[in-house]
C-alpha cells in the first residue's frame, strides 16, 4: 500500500517528461519539415488576433518592438524617404529593423515580421547606396540581361540593410506622359514592359527545374522577395492622372496591361500590388473579380498579394469615409496584406470586428494568412529571423556602381547629331580649347536621379554620393582643355570666353506620383531661356533630363546635338561616355515623342500617330570616332 503513491508520481513524472518533449520539438520551426507542413502547424495554433496582426504592415515610424509584440505586427516598412537617421548606415538599419524583430519574436508564438521598402532603382531610400537610372531608362536599353543584373545588384544591396523585400519592378505600361509615375515604366510598349520582368529572377533568383508555377521563390539570403505593380492598369488613366480612372474595354486590357503580370507569375514573383486607380469606375482595391477570380482562380497565383499605401482607405470618396467598409471591400476583394500604414489600431478592431460577424469569413482570412506565412518562409525569415551585416559591404559597391555607369550609357537615345547630316557633332573632342557647361542639371545629382531618391519626392544637390555629368566631363577630357561652367551664364559671359562648343544639361525637376502630374509637360525656366541664349551663340548639345518626353519641338531647330538621358542616376559617368566617344549611342525610344501635347494621349500605332520622334527612334554612334 505504501507503494502506492510513488507509483502515482512515477507515472506522473513520466508523463511531465513526456509532455516536456512534446514542447520543444515544434513543427513549424523544423527546416527540415516542408513548407506546407510548417505552415498548417504553424496556423492551427494561431488566434484570431494573432492571425490579423500578420496581416497587418506598418510604417517604421509608428512602429516599435512594444507594438510589433503588443499586435502581433506580421510587417513593417519604410515609405519613401523614411529612414532611421540622416545618412544612416547599413549598421543603422540593421539595428533598427532587429529591434523591430526582438518584438515579434517575444510573442507566443514567435513569427518573424517582414521589413520592405520601395527600392525602385537601387536601395533609392539609402544613403551611399548605387541609384541606377529609371526604369523608362532601362526600356530605352532593350537590354533584359542589364535589367537583370541590375536586379542582382539591388538585391545585394537591399540585404545590405537587413531588408528582405523590394517594393519593386514597376510593371505598369504608361500609355500618357503626363502620368506623373511615366518613369516609373519602361515602355508604353507591353512587350518591352514584359522583356524587362527580366529584373525579377535578378532581384529573387533564377527559378529551380520544375518549380511549382505560380509559387513565390527566393533563392537565398543574397535575394529578396519581388513585388510586381501596380495591379492593373494603373499606366492608362484618363489624361494620364495618377490614381485615376482607366477607361479601356476586356480587350483592351488584358492585351496592354495584363501581358506583363502573367510573364512575372511565370517567374515567381512572390507578391503583386493593387493599384489605386480603377477599371471603368470600379476601385482596383475592390476588385473581387480581377483579384482574386483571375489573379488568385484563374492565373492560380499563390503568392501575396498587398495594398497600396492607404490603398484601401481610398476605395470611397474621399478616403477614408467609411474606413469599416473599406476593410470589408479590400479584404473580400482578396487583398492579403494591407499597407495601413499608421492607423493600425482601427484596421486591427474593424477586421476583428467584421469577422467576429462573419461579414469577412475565416477562410479569407486563413487564405492570407497562409499565403503570408508562405512568404516568410521562402525569404528564410524563420530560420534566420535577424538581420547581420554579412552584406553591409555591398552598399555602393565599385561594381554596382560600374553596373549603374553602363546602364546609363545603353539608356541615351541620341536624337539629333547635327543640322545636317554632313555636319554631326557627336562624339565631342576630348581636345579642345574651352567647353562651357551650362544649365541647371550639370551639377545637380538629386535633380540627375529624379524622385524616389533619398526622399520620396526626390530632391536638389548632392543628396548621396555619385558623379554629376559636370564632375564626369571634367574627368573626361583632355587635362589642357578648359571646362567652364555657368549654370545660366548670359551673352555678355558667353562674349567674354573663347568657348569651342557648349554641353547644357537642363531638364525636369524630381517629382513622383500625383505631384508629377502635368497637363502641359513644358520644361521648367530657365531650361529654355539657358538653350535660347547658348544655342544663338556657339555649337550646342543639349543634354535632357527627364522622366518622360516633353515639350522639345520649338527648340529643337536651334539645337545643334539633342540626348535624351532621362533619370541616369547616381552615374553621371556614363553620360560623359558616350558623349566623348569612349562608347557608341545605341538607346531606342521606348515611347513616343510627341510634338504638342493636344496630340495625348498618342502611341505607337494610333490613327492619329505624327510624332516628333517616333517609338524606336534612336541615332547611333560608332565609339572611338573622337
Known amino acids: 500500500m505504501s507503494a502506492t503513491p510513488y507509483f502515482f508520481l512515477g507515472v506522473l513524472l513520466v508523463l511531465c517528461w513526456a509532455s516536456m518533449g512534446d514542447?520543444?520539438?515544434?513543427?513549424?520551426?523544423?527546416?527540415?519539415?516542408?513548407?506546407?507542413?510548417?505552415?498548417?502547424?504553424?496556423?492551427?495554433?494561431?488566434?484570431?488576433?494573432?492571425?490579423?496582426?500578420?496581416?497587418?504592415?506598418?510604417?517604421?515610424?509608428v512602429a516599435s518592438a512594444q507594438v510589433m509584440k503588443d499586435y502581433f505586427?506580421?510587417?513593417?516598412?519604410?515609405?519613401?524617404?523614411?529612414?532611421?537617421?540622416?545618412?544612416?548606415?547599413?549598421?543603422?538599419?540593421?539595428?533598427?529593423?532587429?529591434?523591430?524583430?526582438?518584438?515579434?519574436?517575444?510573442?507566443?508564438?514567435g513569427i518573424p515580421m517582414l521589413y520592405a521598402i520601395d527600392a525602385v532603382h537601387g536601395n533609392n531610400n539609402v544613403y551611399n547606396a548605387t541609384i541606377f537610372p529609371h526604369n523608362i531608362g532601362l526600356g530605352a536599353t532593350r537590354d533584359p540581361d542589364l535589367v537583370k543584373r541590375i536586379g542582382t545588384a539591388t538585391a545585394l544591396e537591399v540585404r545590405a540593410t537587413g531588408i528582405p523585400y523590394a517594393f519593386a519592378p514597376c510593371i505598369a505600361v504608361c500609355r500618357d506622359p503626363r502620368w506623373g509615375r511615366c518613369y516609373e515604366s519602361y515602355s508604353e510598349d507591353h512587350r518591352i514592359v514584359q522583356a524587362m520582368t527580366e529584373i525579377i529572377p535578378g532581384l529573387q533568383g533564377d527559378l529551380p527545374v520544375n518549380h511549382s508555377k505560380g509559387t513565390p521563390y527566393v533563392a537565398g539570403r543574397n535575394k529578396v522577395a519581388a513585388c510586381a505593380k501596380h495591379f492593373v492598369g494603373d499606366g492608362g488613366t484618363n489624361k494620364g492622372l495618377d490614381e485615376n480612372n482607366t477607361i479601356i474595354d476586356h480587350q483592351g486590357l488584358f492585351s496592354i496591361h495584363m501581358p506583363a503580370y502573367y510573364n512575372s507569375i511565370n517567374k515567381g514573383v512572390s507578391t503583386i500590388m493593387v493599384s489605386y486607380s480603377s477599371w471603368n469606375g470600379v476601385k482596383m482595391h475592390a476588385n473581387r473579380d480581377l483579384i482574386t477570380g483571375f489573379l488568385k482562380n484563374t492565373l492560380h497565383f499563390k503568392g501575396l498579394v498587398i495594398s497600396d499605401w492607404e490603398g484601401i482607405d481610398r476605395i470611397t470618396s474621399p478616403p477614408g469615409a467609411n474606413y469599416t467598409y473599406s476593410v470589408q471591400a479590400g479584404v473580400n476583394a482578396g487583398i492579403d496584406m494591407v499597407m495601413i500604414p499608421t492607423n493600425y489600431v482601427k484596421f486591427i478592431k474593424d477586421l476583428t470586428t467584421l469577422v467576429n460577424d462573419k461579414i469577412v469569413s475565416m477562410s479569407r482570412i486563413d487564405d492570407a494568412v497562409s499565403r503570408i506565412l508562405h512568404l516568410k518562409f521562402s525569404v528564410g525569415l524563420f530560420d534566420y529571423p535577424y538581420a547581420d551585416l554579412s552584406f553591409a559591404d555591398q552598399l555602393g559597391r565599385k561594381e554596382h556602381r560600374e553596373l549603374a555607369r553602363e546602364a546609363v550609357r545603353k539608356s541615351l537615345v541620341l536624337l539629333k547629331n547635327g543640322k545636317s547630316s554632313e555636319k554631326k557633332i557627336l562624339p565631342l573632342s576630348k581636345k579642345a580649347g574651352t567647353i562651357l557647361v551650362a544649365g541647371s542639371h550639370a551639377d545637380n545629382l538629386g535633380y540627375q536621379c529624379g524622385g524616389w531618391t533619398i526622399e520620396w519626392q526626390g530632391s536638389s544637390g548632392r543628396i548621396t554620393a555619385g558623379t554629376t555629368i559636370l564632375d564626369a566631363i571634367k574627368s573626361t577630357v583632355d587635362p589642357a582643355t578648359n571646362v567652364v561652367y555657368s549654370e545660366n551664364p548670359d551673352a555678355g559671359f558667353l562674349k567674354s570666353h573663347n568657348i569651342s562648343h557648349a554641353i547644357i544639361v537642363i531638364g525636369e525637376t524630381p517629382y513622383t506620383e500625383i505631384a508629377g502630374d502635368s497637363m502641359n509637360l513644358t520644361i521648367p525656366e530657365p531650361g529654355p531661356s539657358t538653350i535660347q541664349t547658348v544655342c544663338a551663340s556657339v555649337k550646342c548639345v543639349v543634354i535632357l533630363i527627364s522622366g518622360r518626353p516633353v515639350v522639345m519641338e520649338p527648340y529643337v531647330p536651334s539645337i545643334d546635338a539633342l540626348v535624351a538621358a532621362w533619370l541616369p542616376g547616381s552615374e553621371g559617368q556614363g553620360v560623359a561616355d558616350v558623349l566623348f566617344g569612349d562608347y557608341g549611342f545605341t538607346g531606342t525610344l521606348p515611347r513616343t515623342w510627341f510634338k504638342s501635347v493636344d496630340q495625348l494621349p498618342m502611341n505607337v500605332g494610333d490613327k492619329h500617330y505624327d510624332p516628333l520622334f517616333p517609338f524606336g527612334f534612336g541615332l547611333v554612334t560608332e565609339p572611338g570616332r573622337a
Do not use: C, F, H
Open 73 to 109: 505586427i506580421g510587417s513593417a516598412l519604410s515609405g519613401g524617404g523614411s529612414v532611421p537617421a540622416p545618412q544612416a548606415s547599413a549598421r543603422d538599419w540593421i539595428d533598427m529593423i532587429n529591434e523591430l524583430q526582438k518584438g515579434a519574436m517575444s510573442t507566443r508564438l
Open 23 to 61: 514542447a520543444e520539438y515544434v513543427k513549424y520551426k523544423d527546416p527540415k519539415q516542408p513548407v506546407g507542413a510548417r505552415i498548417n502547424d504553424l496556423m492551427s495554433r494561431m488566434t484570431l488576433a494573432e492571425k490579423i496582426g500578420q496581416m497587418t504592415q506598418i510604417e517604421r515610424n
